[in-house]
């Protein structure tokens, strides 16, 4: 287990070193810079910004300083926020997007897991129609529709239109967010559950006479649950680092934000660390997702 | 004589598919006394399995029962509700299946699986489950009883398994025990093993077993009275000697012909059952048997022939047994 983490961790570090290549390449790739605006600077004031932030040096050069500066945990200042290291922008959008996030996946947990299991249970009856059709809506219809719809709907009548000022402000923004995992785990989980009912341990756990709360929550629900476990790592760290459109949407001080706002800035360190805290918060997601894995389902070995 | 312990009337079970209606199980009718061993033979299909699922109230969707009563030590189970049934499944009555490899949960330990249903039905303590469950598997022949308590499933083997869900059957000292086909997934050594465990248990608890298999060798050796099904309906029921040496259907004559014996030469063919089995979504008018039948006469086809006694516990429905004058032919036609 303890072999398995470290081997996993090693992988780890390698996956994030090519990501944080590959995304230096593409960053450079990409025209413009971040003193490109309509009130261009003059030159030689765009040339002493450039030599400021080391951006006169060539790439290569810019990037292995960047990476030193990452190993001692030194992302770099942001150009366009001045005054602001990367760090401090990141960990003060962070916990906010995360709240949202962490909500709405605890949410889509709790709703989407029974709604699940109704549908398998009650297959080809009402309760399944309409839950099928509803995940259907969830999966297809795009977060800024949900959003606005809500926005424009219960914003405006309860004035809870932007902010996070009260309790009541989080309804909208974790509803928003929690609509597309809820869905998808209802999903997921029909369409496992109605696997594992036609086991043969199933007709073992109702011949033992066992209720059909024991055989649903007991024998079904803990066998079907392993796609929803695949499902949920990656989700949670795309939905805990925040939604750029929500966010948005409900004027929200969160870091999802900070994701599109860089790359439209070319603000090259900020592109760089949000790409790296997120790459590093999904690889942390998965070997969670691993042990997860282990412990619901003793077959599965590491080694 | 023992007393009625299991009467099984009129009992047809239907699976409402959207091709039509298939009658899995059709106007059968049964009994059996305590501490007796009943087998059931037919071949795939012929609705074995689907007789035990209507005892223990097991049928699935969509299959429903259709008309018939059975009559459990007195109590019709037809009429019991579904928590009733859940008091007598796995304590009355319990059951044990065709494939150990996937009948018990792959993510429970054995003692979880096998406590789970003594302390569901009885007033014992965790503790005391524990205890009981440990002495269960010594019983059923597992050793270190105590260390495979906290073993999964996947690191048994198939006949380990087995006896594990022998041991899940006999928690509760059931008066009854319903094994469909418990031999066919093992190989023929294990099998031997779990059919001598069974009957060394039968005697010892005095309980009742049916016995469902296509396994004529199996049921030679363990059971008392035996039941021949085919398509849905018993057409020969009797002790074993009736059924194997005063063999009164067309049927079974065919299927013990097909046995391979020690007297079968080394280039003797087995003689097959001619033709194929009958399409339950479309039965015939008369013998379902009748289409195959080597001796098939003209009435076979047009109706179905009413149940003969040869004996007063021998039985079977065919018309060349059948006399006109309401007598019964002897049995060497």
């Known amino acids: ?303 | 004589m023992s007393k009625t312990f299991l009467e099984i009337k009129n009992e047809s079970v239907s699976f409402f598919t959207p091709a039509g209606e298939v009658k899995a199980v059709n106007d059968i009718t049964l009994t059996m006394g305590e501490g007796e061993v009943l087998g059931i033979v037919g071949e795939s299909g012929s609705g074995k399995s689907v007789t035990a699922y209507s005892l223990i109230g097991l049928i699935a969707n969509p299959g429903r029962i259709v008309s018939g009563s059975i009559s459990f030590m007195g109590n019709d189970i037809h009429l019991a509700s579904e928590k009733e049934m859940r008091k007598l499944r796995g304590n009355e009555i319990s059951m044990i299946f065709q494939d150990p490899m996937t009948s018990l949960n792959p993510l429970y330990t054995i003692g979880n699986q096998i406590c789970e249903v003594i302390t569901l039905h009885t007033n014992k303590t965790k503790k005391e489950a524990k205890e009981r469950a440990i002495s269960l598997l010594s019983e059923v022949g597992i050793n270190e009883p105590e260390r495979r308590m906290k073993q999964y499933p996947h690191e048994l083997s198939g006949g380990m398994r087995q006896r594990v869900m022998i041991a899940i059957a006999l928690a509760c000292e059931p008066k009854l025990l319903i094994a469909d086909e418990p031999t066919t997934a093992l190989d023929v050594t294990i099998q031997a093993q779990i059919l001598e465990l069974m009957s060394d248990l039968q005697k010892a608890r005095g309980m009742s077993i049916i016995l469902i298999t296509h396994d004529l060798g199996v049921v030679a050796t363990m059971c008392e009275k035996i039941a021949v099904m085919y398509a849905g309906g018993i057409v020969e029921f009797g002790t074993a000697d009736d059924v194997f040496y005063r063999t009164a259907h067309e049927y079974t004559k065919g299927l013990l012909s097909s046995v391979p014996s020690l007297h079968t030469t080394e280039h003797g063919r087995l003689k097959p059952i001619p033709g194929v089995p009958v399409d339950v979504l479309n039965l015939p008018a008369g013998c379902r048997f009748a289409p195959r039948c080597e001796s098939c006469m003209k009435i076979c086809l047009k109706e179905m022939p009413p149940i003969t006694f040869i004996s007063d516990n021998h039985y079977s429905s065919c018309w060349l047994l059948h006399h006109p004058n309401g007598q019964n032919m002897s049995t060497d036609i």
């Open chain 1, 1 to 303: 287990m303890i072999k398995y983490i470290l081997k996993r961790l090693l992988a780890a570090f390698i996956t994030l070193f090519l990501i944080s290549a590959i995304t230096f390449a593409l960053m450079k790739l990409v025209p413009g810079g971040p003193f490109l605006s309509e009130k261009a600077p003059s030159a030689s004031v765009t040339a002493a910004l450039e030599a400021k932030y080391g951006l006169d040096k060539p790439p290569l050069e810019q990037y292995i300083t960047y990476m030193k500066g990452v190993l001692k945990g030194d992302f770099g200042p942001s150009i366009k926020k001045r005054g602001r290291t990367v760090s401090d922008i990141i960990w003060a959008g962070f916990p906010v997007s995360a709240k949202i996030g962490g909500i709405a996946i605890c949410l889509a947990v709790v709703v989407g897991i029974p709604l699940g299991s109704i549908a398998a249970f009650r297959r080809g009856k009402w309760q399944d129609s309409i839950i099928l059709v509803a995940s259907t809506f969830g999966i297809s219809i795009p977060s800024f529709i949900t959003a606005s719809l809500l926005l424009v709907s219960f914003g405006i009548t309860y004035k809870l239109t932007f902010g996070l000022s009260s309790a009541a402000h989080y309804i909208m923004p974790v509803i928003s967010l929690a609509f597309l995992p809820t869905a998808y785990i209802a999903r997921l989980i029909r369409g496992s559950m109605l696997d594992v009912m036609g086991q043969d341990y199933m007709r073992t756990a109702r011949a033992k006479g066992l209720s059909a709360t024991v055989v649903l929550f007991k024998h079904a629900l803990r066998n079907s649950i392993l796609p929803v476990i695949t499902y949920l790592g990656p989700a949670l760290a795309y939905t805990l680092t925040g939604s750029f459109v929500v966010e948005r949407i409900f004027t929200i001080p969160g870091l999802g934000n900070e994701f599109v706002s860089s790359i439209i800035n070319r603000d090259y360190p900020m592109i760089m660390g949000t790409t790296l805290f997120l790459s590093t918060l999904i690889i942390m997601m998965n070997v969670l997702v691993d042990i997860i894995y282990k412990i619901v389902d003793p077959r599965i070995k590491f080694e």
